[in-house]
C-alpha cells in the first residue's frame, strides 16, 4: 500500500501565495506521474498540473503562468507553487501518484485526502 499525505492549505487573501506539498511513502519502487487535482463545491474534480519522473509538466490553462509543480524524486514528493491566487482558486486539492510496487509491476493510482485551499476576495 501507498499513502499519500498533503500540507500546506490554508486560508489566503486574492494575490497571495501557498505551497502544497505531497509525500508519498510506502510500497514504491517508482514513481511515474505525480498530479494535483481539485474540486470545487458542487463541481467535477479537475486536473491542476502533473509532472513526469522526467520532469516534464502540464497545466491547467486556468493556472498557467500562476501555479508551479516540482518534485523530489528521492523523496517521493511532489510540490505545487501556487502564486497570484484568485478566489475561484477555492478548493479541495488533491493529490494523485501512479505507483508501480516492483520492478515488473504495472502502475496503481493513488490518492492523498486533500487539503483545503481558501482565497478570499
Known amino acids: 500500500q501507498v499513502q499519500l499525505v498533503e500540507s500546506g492549505g490554508g486560508l489566503v487573501q486574492a494575490g497571495g501565495s501557498l505551497r502544497l506539498s505531497c509525500a508519498a511513502s510506502g510500497s514504491i519502487f517508482s514513481i511515474n506521474y505525480m498530479g494535483w487535482y481539485r474540486q470545487a463545491p458542487g463541481k467535477q474534480r479537475e486536473l491542476v498540473a502533473g509532472?513526469?519522473?522526467?520532469?516534464?509538466?502540464n497545466y491547467a490553462d486556468s493556472v498557467k503562468g500562476r501555479f508551479t509543480i516540482s518534485r523530489d524524486n528521492a523523496k517521493n514528493t511532489v510540490y505545487l507553487q501556487m502564486n497570484s491566487l484568485k478566489p475561484e482558486d477555492t478548493a479541495v486539492y488533491y493529490c494523485?501518484?501512479?505507483?508501480?510496487?516492483?520492478?515488473?509491476?504495472?502502475?496503481?493510482?493513488?490518492w492523498g485526502q486533500g487539503t483545503q485551499v481558501t482565497v478570499s476576495s
Open positions: 494523485n501518484a501512479d505507483v508501480a510496487h516492483t520492478i515488473n509491476s504495472r502502475s496503481y493510482g493513488y
Open positions: 509532472i513526469h519522473s522526467g520532469g516534464s509538466t
